[in-house]
């Protein structure tokens, strides 16, 4: 997707005009970079909705890491869940904590009488978070992709999820936080955004460097490199081993190899984002 200030007004107001329609929204992140697959819109236009933040594609996300996060989370007053979307057996969770956020509004509805107190969500998240996948996971069935496209909130339906809980048939779609470079290497990193976007050598120095100050011994065994060699500043320690893994001189092949060793696990389960969490004093 090409983003222009024009699609992001149209993505801007159809996703508002959404929102007027349901209860509670799940804000779908990627669970390796919580904060850069945000949506800056969002918090302007959400007001006083409740939310529950989605950290997908956990289980390619450091464990540890996601639960620092969920922690974070919850101190900035939100629910949260980590999942694997592509595994339908984590969600019911989903449910679980819409029905936990909404608990009072539920009880109100049951105490004036309602038989059913039903629920009405949307998945906001920005492109390639796993959206799509979620809803389909969450309906039981294989929605088509469709996507924002002018006048579809015109005639929006309603997937059944339970009794009491319905969710919109299309996500909204937002844009990634583009003015900042280092969000636009993490996602091109992920693939979560057009290679072409951002050259392949400033994505692989972004990983290297992280790698080596986050996850030093992995970078080691994967590439059989001594402790010493991490001594190297970033360039250097690309062009070593872009020889030493038989690319020549070629750093560009060297840079996709690295990108592409990251995005197919050979580093393990890795998260791009730190968080620090605020101490108990904070706030008082
Ligand atoms: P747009 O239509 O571009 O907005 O994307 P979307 O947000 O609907 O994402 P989609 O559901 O199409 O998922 C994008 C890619 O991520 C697909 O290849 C999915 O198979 C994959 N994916 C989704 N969820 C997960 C997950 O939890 N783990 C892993 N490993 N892959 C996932």
Not at 122 to 147: E, F
């Amino acid at each position: 997707i090409q983003w222009f200030p024009g699609h992001m007004a149209k993505a801007r107001n159809q996703v508002q005009e959404k929102l007027k329609l349901v209860d509670i929204v799940l804000e779908i992140v990627d669970a390796r970079i919580p904060i850069s697959s945000q949506n800056p819109m969002l918090a302007e236009i959400i007001e006083h909705k409740p939310k529950i933040m989605i950290l997908n594609k956990a289980d390619l996300a450091d464990p540890k890491q996601t639960e620092v996060w969920q922690a974070y989370f919850k101190q900035q007053g939100y629910a949260s869940i980590a999942i694997d979307a592509q595994h339908k057996s984590q969600l019911p969770q989903i449910n679980k904590v819409v029905r936990t956020v909404l608990k009072d509004k539920i009880q109100k509805q049951y105490d004036k009488g309602l038989k059913l107190a039903k629920v009405r969500a949307i998945c906001i998240g920005i492109p390639n978070v796993g959206k799509s996948t979620i809803l389909n996971r969450l309906v039981h069935k294989n929605i088509a992709k469709t996507g924002d496209r002018p006048g579809v909130t015109k005639n929006q339906q309603w997937l059944k999820v339970n009794e009491e809980f319905e969710v919109l048939d299309t996500p909204g779609i937002l844009w990634p936080k583009f003015e900042d470079q280092t969000v636009g290497t993490k996602l091109a990193l992920l693939g979560s955004i057009k290679d072409s976007i951002y050259a392949d050598d400033d994505v692989a120095l972004f990983a290297l460097d992280y790698l080596k100050t986050h996850y030093a011994p992995r970078l080691l065994a994967a590439y059989k490199l001594n402790e010493a060699d991490l001594d190297q500043d970033n360039p250097d320690l690309m062009l070593f081993l872009t020889k030493k893994l038989g690319f020549k001189e070629d750093y560009d092949q060297f840079a996709q190899r690295l990108i592409l060793d990251i995005r197919k696990g050979r580093f393990g389960r890795l998260t791009f984002e730190d968080v620090v969490l605020a101490t108990d004093t904070v706030g008082d």
